[in-house]
């Protein structure tokens, strides 16, 4: 049987066997102490403590893995540093890609920007980048994300509502107005691989129209079916199976043409924050990895020049070591399936480079203050598991956009962690802890074996056409409420410790008046004023590509340079490959 007929569960457990490990542990003092701790667990250890020793903790999003009440060797006998842990930016990279880590390159402190009209939302990118914010993350408003014009009648209501509106080029020129295309990195939250296909190749038209040559640009896009396809709460869906071929036909025209570009972030957060555990979270969007970089050697490319690029979007939670623990698990189960299943040579293409944001569906609106605290250990537990740039939820944010108050807020929640507290200065501090090293090798494990669940289900895209990956998110969700509303999981001043006093006012973001009403007026003068000889013909060439299957993204590009709105793409794509319907809404 040959690597492609088997699993990676089956391919890694058949290289891990054949490699020797020397245990860090004496056999001699491990069974001294396994005497010893007997004789504890007798004398010193309460019977009713003895009886419960795991205890599974009760947090929002939490992974239902039981913890020992004390650890020891005796929890992970077998530890072996050189194959668990190793040395920073060696592998099996456990303790960070990167030998200095922070000492070397800071964390990017990114904080997502987007409401309003792109002039507002413009406003606030600079003001973000004058108090320290060393990198961009632009959120675009619901219309945009689920690729409709803010003049259709779907939009209604919604245009520059939780996000920036953005309809064409022009609209691109607007949100980056003063703003150094080849000075900055962005992160352009496109969500899915449809969106990609139109965004992206407005922000490249805009570079053109700069003057500023693509190898310039340096940033990321979504990017990710499992958004589309899995969390997406759209009216109009096409086919996992072209959903997932544009996901790679954006990956290869930014490989080709953008080449500092990080051409897809496997997304993580969405689809825990939609509710699922921190297990599955990682496991479909390694599974959505395997399957990327299948499908692009199949195609003809050298893995090693594809997979330097990738990039993973997590979302840490409450409970403090399992987030800790997970971005280690992760990182080090990402350079096995890389050196084993896909034969990388380059180090780099070994690597799990991640961005991760704090957990918004852990705030609450009960004395929102409370929620400065939560976010504040999320990011903590974030930087000491090697994340590589980092947002923090403002504590207003289970209201609506955060204002500009809270934003900063949350920026200067990074700027403490990263100057006054020295976490950064030791690499991995929590390495080689009883506990931290064993729930690591644990939750690796657990996420392999989910992993190994998608793939004998017939992999990422048969799972998601199946309704299995569906099935899963509903049924954790719903147990997850149902433990909340019991009580099982307690949130501080939600169901725990409530207060019977009022909470005193916050400032909450009143959204810019007029912005759909403008957005309205500029696309009818925009249709006035292009060509529309030539954006009929861009439109029907790149209808012609969908449906003959050859990469779509030249014909996008060309589509934005003659100033096509995103609602005109979306409905070629409609066209040219259908509408589906998810299993969760049969």
């Known amino acids: 049987m040959n690597d492609k007929e088997r699993t990676t569960k089956e391919i890694l457990t058949e290289k891990s066997s054949d490699r020797k490990r020397t245990p860090l542990y004496n056999p001699a003092a491990l069974e001294i102490l396994r005497k010893e701790f007997a004789g504890w667990m007798q004398s010193a250890v309460r019977e009713k403590d003895r009886k419960a ?62 409401f309003g009209s792109p002039e507002d939302t413009n406003e606030r990118i600079k003001f973000m980048l004058d108090h320290g914010a060393t990198g961009l993350n632009i959120l675009f408003d619901i219309p945009t994300i689920q690729m409709y014009d803010s003049d259709d009648p779907l939009s209604q209501g919604q245009v520059g509502m939780s996000g920036v509106c953005v309809d064409s080029v022009d609209d691109m020129d607007l949100l980056f107005q003063d703003i150094r295309l080849d000075e900055i990195t962005a992160s352009i939250v496109t969500h899915y691989p449809s969106n990609t296909a139109i965004l992206f190749p407005m922000f490249l038209a805009l570079a053109e129209q700069r003057g500023i040559p693509w190898e310039k640009l340096r940033g990321s896009v979504q990017n990710d079916t499992s958004l589309e396809e899995l969390i997406r709460s759209g009216a109009e869906f096409i086919a996992p199976r072209d959903c ?71 979302s840490p939670a409450s409970d403090f070591f399992e987030e800790v623990a997970r971005l280690r698990a992760v990182r080090r189960l990402w350079y096995k399936i890389m050196k084993h299943r896909f034969q990388a040579k380059s180090p780099r293409s070994m690597w799990m480079r991640c961005h991760v944001q704090t957990s918004g569906v852990s705030l609450v609106q009960q004395e929102p203050l409370n929620n400065v605290i939560r976010a504040a250990y999320h990011a903590l537990s974030a930087v000491l598991g090697g994340a590589q740039s980092l947002h923090v939820d403002s504590y207003d944010e289970a209201y609506s956009v955060p204002t500009e108050e ?13 100057e006054e507290t020295g976490i950064i200065d030791v690499v991995d501090p929590l390495g080689g802890s009883y506990y931290i090293e064993t729930l690591t090798s644990d939750i690796e494990k657990r996420i392999l074996d989910e992993v190994d669940e998608i793939e004998r289900a017939g992999g990422y895209v048969s799972a998601i056409e199946s309704g299995q990956l569906h099935r899963k998110i509903s049924s954790y969700f719903y147990n997850q409420q149902k433990e909340i509303e019991r009580g099982d ?7 725990k410790y409530k207060s019977e006093a009022a909470p005193p006012p916050i400032n909450v973001f009143r959204y810019p008046e007029g912005v759909e009403e403008r957005q309205r007026e500029k696309l009818a003068r925009l249709r006035l004023s292009r060509n529309n000889e030539r954006v009929g013909v861009a439109l029907a060439e790149l209808r012609e590509a969908c449906k003959k299957g050859v990469n779509i993204l030249p014909y996008s590009v060309a589509c934005a340079r003659v100033r096509c709105t995103e609602g005109e793409l979306f409905k070629v794509f409609k066209e040219a490959f259908g509408l589906w319907k998810p299993p969760a809404l049969w």
Request: some cysteine.
């Open 53 to 114: 020793w795991f205890k599974t903790p009760r947090t929002v999003l939490g992974s239902d893995i039981p913890r020992e009440m004390l650890y020891t060797p005796l929890s992970h006998p077998d530890f072996d540093y050189r194959e668990d842990l190793g040395n920073s930016g060696q592998e099996p990279f456990t303790r960070g890609i990167h030998a200095n880590m922070y000492r070397g390159r800071e964390f990017t402190m990114r904080q997502l920007t987007g």
């Open 244 to 314: 997932f071929r544009i996901q790679c036909d954006n990956i290869e025209f930014i490989r080709k043409n953008v080449p500092q570009w990080n051409f897809i972030t496997l997304n993580g957060y969405n689809l825990r924050e939609f509710g699922t555990s921190g297990i599955t979270e990682m496991a479909v969007a390694v599974a959505n990895g395997i399957a990327t970089l299948a499908e692009m050697v199949r195609r003809g490319y050298d893995v090693d020049s594809v997979a330097d690029r990738l990039s993973f979007f997590w």
């Open 406 to 418: 809270a934003a900063l807020l949350s920026l200067r929640t990074q700027q403490i962690l990263q």
């Open 489 to 495: 999981i307690k949130i501080v001043a939600y169901n």
